[in-house]
């Protein structure tokens, strides 16, 4: 399984931006797809996941409301929708998937497929 991920941008605060994510390989409807973020000089952080299948989805607090992941089947693709953004959402955005039990849907580590990551500068 290969990701690929592509989207990010400079953007003003308040504005949008979409992020996306192909896969490339197999993956099976009860795959997690989560989407990740480092800071410069912070922890890698979760920002969101869905089950391939549309299932279940999930978002850290401080994104719900302002981030929506999506997916389309027919491109074997998952989307970050950002919107409202704010200058502390300023990171490089990472997709990732595998095979995971929901309960460790937050946990990068447990994550065994990565994309090489894509920045998202918001500044005014």
């Known amino acids: 399984v290969q990701l690929q991920a592509s989207g990010g941008g400079s953007v003003q605060p308040g504005g949008s931006l979409r992020l996306s994510c192909g896969i490339s390989?197999?993956?099976?409807?009860?795959?997690?797809m989560g989407w990740f973020r480092q800071a410069p000089g912070k922890d890698r952080e979760f920002v969101g996941v869905?089950?391939?299948?549309?299932?279940?989805?999930d978002y850290a607090d401080s994104m719900k409301g302002r981030f929506t992941i999506s997916r389309d089947d027919a491109k074997n693709t998952v989307y970050l929708q950002m919107d409202s953004l704010k200058p502390e959402d300023t990171a490089v955005y990472y997709c990732?998937?595998?095979?995971?039990?929901?309960?460790?849907?937050?946990?990068?580590?447990?994550?065994?497929?990565w994309g090489q990551g894509t920045l998202v500068t918001v500044s005014s």
């Open positions: 869905m089950r391939w299948s549309g299932s279940h989805m």
């Open positions: 390989g197999g993956i099976a409807s009860n795959w997690l």
């Open positions: 990732a998937a595998s095979p995971l039990i929901w309960g460790a849907r937050t946990q990068s580590d447990s994550y065994r497929y």
